[in-house]
């Protein structure tokens, strides 16, 4: 949608399915809010399988939460690395901010992504998260995002591809993406994009207890 626009992206509300671990526990109902500068929330519900609980990724700009069903620890804080790369995730939801949340900008040898000759801009973010960039050469959209965050056991990367890009009131949003982690991965197809809404903070915030 060019600078102009795209600087001018505020707010995006969205929703649609999610596919967990290939299907497992049924298609979810998301919803995915995201708030300038650094605000980011991934809702997902399980009508299919009632007892498995909700899923969640929340950042309110300071701190974040995170929510994995069936598990041990449930909703728990993120910290370190988690809660950098979440932070910097948020950030980049809104591509007018790339060249103030990441330093040293450098770019690297051109690579293929999914079929797509892309161009690598690789960057530092906050507490030693770094970030690559893939864009896709012929149209400019960014196609993936790998940022690599600090742990005991060394550097760990989270994924997200980005894929079928449509004009939402003159801004391109994807309308697909994937979210891969170290022991999971999301698949998302959104059905309805509203940008530059008004989006109540507690979506932000922690969900129950």
């Known amino acids: 949608g060019g600078a102009q626009r795209v600087n001018a992206l505020t707010s995006i509300s969205s929703a649609g399915k999610s ?33 498995r609980g909700d899923s969640s990724r929340l950042y309110n700009g300071r701190e974040g939460w995170m929510r994995t069903p069936l598990s041990v620890l449930g909703q728990y804080a993120l910290s370190g690395s988690e809660l ?29 992504v999914n079929g797509k000759d892309v161009q690598v801009v690789q960057g530092d973010g906050p507490d030693g998260v770094v970030a690559s960039l893939y864009f896709d050469e012929k149209t400019g959209f960014l196609v993936r995002t790998i940022r690599y965050g600090r742990s005991p056991i060394g550097r760990i990367s989270t994924q997200v591809d980005y894929d079928d890009y449509r004009d939402v009131s003159g801004v391109k949003i994807p309308f697909k993406y994937t979210f891969a982690w170290l022991d999971g991965r999301d698949s998302f197809a959104l059905s309805s994009v509203r940008i530059n809404v008004p989006i109540e903070a507690a979506k932000f915030e922690r969900q129950g207890r």
Do not use: C, H, M, W
Request: proline residues 6%; neutral net charge.
């Open 19 to 51: 596919t967990f671990f290939g299907g497992f526990g049924g298609e979810g109902d998301v919803q995915f809010y995201a708030k300038a500068p650094d605000q980011r929330a991934t809702i997902i519900t399980y009508k299919d399988a009632p007892g």
């Open 84 to 112: 950098a790369g979440a932070r910097l995730d948020a950030q980049l939801t809104f591509p007018g901010q790339i060249k103030s949340v990441l330093s040293n900008l450098r770019v690297g040898e051109p690579v293929t």
